[in-house]
């Protein structure tokens, strides 16, 4: 007779005991300095005892609404105080929150809240008029402000039982695929635990470090470093969306763990910092997705910054694994982005039949943690064929080095195959951004006669007098004669459609390619 596994000798109280929740862990930072900042908006503050005693009555405003372990909470909102006291909430109540994104369109927004059967949906004032409009299906609605303060002040501030496991979901963020509808990826309490522990063992931060959040609370990049920074005691910082006056000015004032800054206003932080002469009183690490920042960029905002670019590579499905332990030093053009693997994860890379590649071949990267998320709502199709072979398939494509860093090739998805041969844009890509002369590149694919598909490159100059025959010249002799550009198209940054995460969205510029094509 076989032996059992371990895991099934364990009686439901030993189960119990080994468990640790977000609300858990929240409550143990709540009692051991309750008198310590936990949220900071505009001039008001909340101590993690204020945060708590209001989390606690809103516990109860949702059960006493029938909201119960596993229903979903719909939130349409902006960056605010309430968005974090509803989070935390679910948390202990093993409620699921779907955090909806205001820049969607009508149709778009109700198919997400559709798509999660909530009981509840919670509005802020400011977007109470779109869940007026649009058809969600949603039978109970609370809208920030006067209502919410009211059934608040109503409610009991006593500890609601501890319902939750740390399998229960607790966000469900939505992924921004460059095509099709989006899919709703479920975060379980477990995954948001492990990825607060990673972020600090990576990174570690005094409790005086706090964060300042102001990227919207519907990605995983100020999702999940909210929860990071109040499960270590540390201060959030709200804000209401980007502001480089403001954003500068916190980070003078504030001792600042990780000031995540996008791609897209790495130059507006550093003309705030020029034209002001504010320097920071203290920032660890500066930035995310640092492969889409021109090279001489990241030399000066992290010798404007005195802190280190990260040189990140996670998704909403992984969190910051598996590649986002490494970053770039101060006041250096880096030759290479190399990666190095984040803790708490394992990493492979496989070709199309799932096979491992060797050392200098490109392959898919597939990973197993536990701060993997739960799987995409409403599509077991979908998660079944990600989480294949018992691996998480991310769909990015990885070399890895002889040293085990690693280096990003491109999205497996997309591919550019041109008279048999696959050309990765990224590839491209990273050798314009190298020049001084170039602000932003993206490499898309167009239909060609001959080749099947080609490569064109639209390209921001910061050099008025550039002309396409310098631009393939810089990655003439570099790559493969195939992999040249066909043609180059100056832009400008403002006509690079791009997601809400600022990623530029290659099939709108594809679409303009095919656009043009038909036209007479």
């Known amino acids: 007779m076989s032996p059992l596994p371990i895991a099934s000798l364990l009686s439901p109280l030993a189960r119990a005991a080994t468990s640790l929740t977000v609300g858990g862990l929240f409550l143990a930072e709540v009692v051991s300095h ?13 101590t993690y005892a204020n945060l708590n005693d209001r989390v606690n009555r809103l516990a109860h405003v949702l059960v006493a609404r029938g909201i119960g372990r596993g229903d979903r909470v719909a939130l349409l909102s902006e960056n605010r105080k309430e968005y974090v006291e509803l989070e935390l909430a679910a948390a202990k109540l093993g409620v699921i929150v779907a955090c909806q994104n205001w820049r969607q369109a009508d149709p778009e927004l109700a198919y997400c809240i559709r798509l999660i059967e909530p009981k509840l949906a ?24 006067e209502e919410y303060e009211r059934a608040l002040s109503d409610a009991s501030a006593a500890e609601p039982p501890e319902l939750a496991d740390p399998e229960d979901g607790l966000i469900v963020f939505y992924t921004s695929g460059t095509t099709g ?76 763990s990780w000031l995540q800054v996008l791609p897209g206003v790495v130059d507006r932080i550093i003309d705030e910092l020029r034209r002001t002469g504010l320097r920071p009183k203290g920032v660890g690490l500066v930035g995310v997705m640092v492969d889409l920042v021109p090279r001489d960029k990241i030399a000066e905002i992290t010798s404007l910054l005195q802190a280190p670019y990260a040189s990140t590579f996670g998704s909403t499905e992984t969190g910051a694994a598996p590649l986002s332990k490494g970053f770039v030093p101060i006041g250096v053009v880096p030759e290479r982005l190399s990666k190095s693997q984040s803790s708490l994860c394992q990493l492979r890379l496989v070709d199309s039949d799932d096979r491992e590649v060797p050392d200098g071949e490109p392959g898919e990267a597939i990973v197993r943690g536990p701060s993997l998320f739960s ?10 064929t990600e989480f294949r072979g018992g691996w998480f398939h991310m769909g990015d494509v990885f070399v890895r080095n002889s040293n085990a860093t690693y280096d ?105 390619l095919n656009d043009e094509e038909a036209s007479p």
Request: aromatic share 8%; net charge positive.
């Open 122 to 145: 919670i509005t802020s004032e400011r977007y109470a008029s779109t869940v007026a409009r649009i058809d969600h299906g949603v039978p109970l609605v609370l809208e920030l402000g």
């Open 375 to 384: 799987g995409y709502w409403g599509a077991p199709e979908v998660t079944a």
């Open 408 to 512: 990003f090739v491109d999205r497996r998805k997309y591919l550019i195959k041109s008279g048999g041969e696959n050309i990765y844009p990224a590839e491209i890509e990273r050798l314009l951004l190298a020049s001084p002369r170039v602000a932003e590149a993206v490499v898309v694919r167009r239909r060609d006669p001959r080749w099947g598909e080609v490569p064109i490159a639209f390209v921001v100059a910061r050099d008025n007098d550039l002309t396409a025959a310098e631009v393939i010249a810089m990655c003439r002799g570099k790559i493969a004669s195939y992999k040249l550009p066909k043609q180059v198209r100056f832009v400008a940054n403002a006509d690079l459609p791009r997601s809400t995460t600022g990623k530029v969205q290659r099939h709108a510029l594809e679409q303009l």
């Open 34 to 46: 309750p008198h310590r900042i936990a949220l900071q908006q505009g001039e008001q503050t909340w």
């Open 181 to 256: 509808l989006p899919k709703g990826a479920l975060i379980s309490q477990r995954a948001m635990v492990a990825r607060s522990a990673i972020n600090r063992i990576d990174r570690p931060a005094g409790w005086e470090e706090g964060y300042i959040a102001w990227a919207p609370y519907f990605h995983m990049g100020s999702g999940d470093m909210v929860f990071t920074t109040l499960l270590r005691g540390s201060k959030v910082i709200i804000m209401d969306g980007f502001d480089a006056g403001a954003l500068v000015a916190a980070a003078a004032r504030e001792k600042i």
